[in-house]
């Protein structure tokens, strides 16, 4: 399937626009990576544990999104946006990663 952020195909014809197809996840980090975290944060540099969360969510979200279009009959999706939120419900953090697109039936 096609996956692009562009909301056009250069040489390549669109037959049909299917609809909107979105995915979501949302992934809590534990106590003890929040802490690391936050070491990380305070001396600087990059937070691995974060970014593998992030990227963890983004395919869960992704693959989401691909399925749905998958249902619908499309075979490829255009002008995906992503969208990064971190959620404090009380103690903890919550990563949250939602993807949205239009699935199209493109000419194969």
Request: hydrophobic content about 45%; aromatic content about 6%.
């Amino acid at each position: 399937m096609l996956l692009t952020t562009t909301s056009s195909l250069e040489g390549i014809k669109i037959q049909r626009y299917i609809g909107i197809v979105t995915g979501e996840a949302i992934l809590g980090t534990n106590f003890f990576k929040d802490i690391f975290a936050g070491i990380t944060d305070i001396i600087g540099g990059r937070s691995a544990t974060y970014e593998k969360e992030l990227r963890k969510a983004k395919e869960i979200a992704m693959t989401e999104m691909r399925e749905e279009a998958q249902r619908l009959g499309a075979n490829a999706i255009i002008g995906i946006d992503l969208d990064y939120e971190e959620i404090s419900p009380g103690q903890g953090t919550m990563l949250m990663v939602s993807v949205s697109g239009t699935a199209v039936l493109i000419e194969a």
